[in-house]
T-cell receptor, first 112, second 114 residues
Framework: TQLLEQSPQFLSIQEGENLTVYCNSS?????LQWYRQEPGEGPVLLVT?????EVKKLKRLTFQFGDARKDSSLHITAAQPGDTGLYLC????????????FGKGTKLSVKP | DTGVSQDPRHKITKRGQNVTFRCDPI?????LYWYRQTLGQGPEFLTY????????KSRLLSDRFSAERPKGSFSTLEIQRTEQGDSAMYLC????????????FGEGSRLTVL
């Protein structure tokens, strides 16, 4: 069974701080996605990474896919209260067109 | 609004009753997924359709659960003889047929079994 482990599980920081959350697996993924979910809503896609070593930036968010395509990180610079939410990573193994496996998520709280 | 819509948003039922959830995907998407999410957990895959064909089912999908997508458009997820352990958020998502398969989620249907 493929598993995606996310750390930390919870993170509470002050506005303006930087943070990094991690997504790790022993399996290789053909692509990996990051979603953000707010309470009572469905997850919303932030980014997809496909190539090992790939780095993508989305304003203050930087996403990196590991060289071996087994892990990923999300770095947020100068966090804002609007960044508060559940950050989920999700991966699909090579050759799979169906099942997208999700991690348990990192619950981020940014206090003003 | 052309996003994924789910109905009902909330359902409270007594143990043993049957419930049905409906999902209307984004019209041009031919893939449709059902996930279940409990508090503090990430979404767990239940099943997936390509057009009207159900191509993959999770072991989580017991005999009490059935999903259909009869015309390759909307989908229904039925839970028979509900149990308290079925209480969760049921999420529907759709995606186009591309290799990276980004999922577009609905707002979910929250089920509470008393």
């Amino acid at each position: 069974t493929q598993l995606l482990e996310q750390s930390p599980q919870f993170l509470s920081i002050q506005e303006g701080e930087n943070l990094t959350v991690y997504c790790n697996s022993s399996s290789v993924f053909s692509s990996l996605q990051w979603y953000r979910q707010e309470p009572g809503e469905g997850p919303v896609l932030l980014v997809t990474v496909v190539t090992g070593g790939e780095v993508k930036k989305l304003k203050r968010l930087t996403f990196q896919f590991g060289d071996a395509r087994k892990d990923s990180s999300l770095h947020i610079t100068a966090a804002q209260p609007g960044d508060t939410g559940l950050y989920l990573c999700a991966g699909r193994s090579r050759g799979s067109q169906g099942n997208l496996i999700f991690g348990k998520g990192t619950k981020l709280s940014v206090k003003p | 609004d052309t996003g994924v819509s789910q109905d009902p948003r909330h359902k409270i039922t007594k143990r043993g009753q049957n419930v049905t959830f409906r999902c209307d995907p984004i019209s041009e998407h031919n893939r449709l997924y059902w996930y279940r999410q409990t508090l503090g957990q990430g979404p767990e895959f239940l099943t997936y359709f390509q057009n009207e064909a159900q191509l993959e089912k999770s072991r989580l999908l017991s005999d009490r659960f059935s999903a259909e997508r009869p015309k390759g458009s909307f989908s229904t997820l039925e839970i028979q003889r509900t149990e308290q352990g079925d209480s969760a958020m049921y999420l529907c998502a759709s995606s186009p047929t591309v290799a990276t398969g980004e999922l577009f989620f609905g707002e979910g249907s929250r089920l509470t079994v008393l």
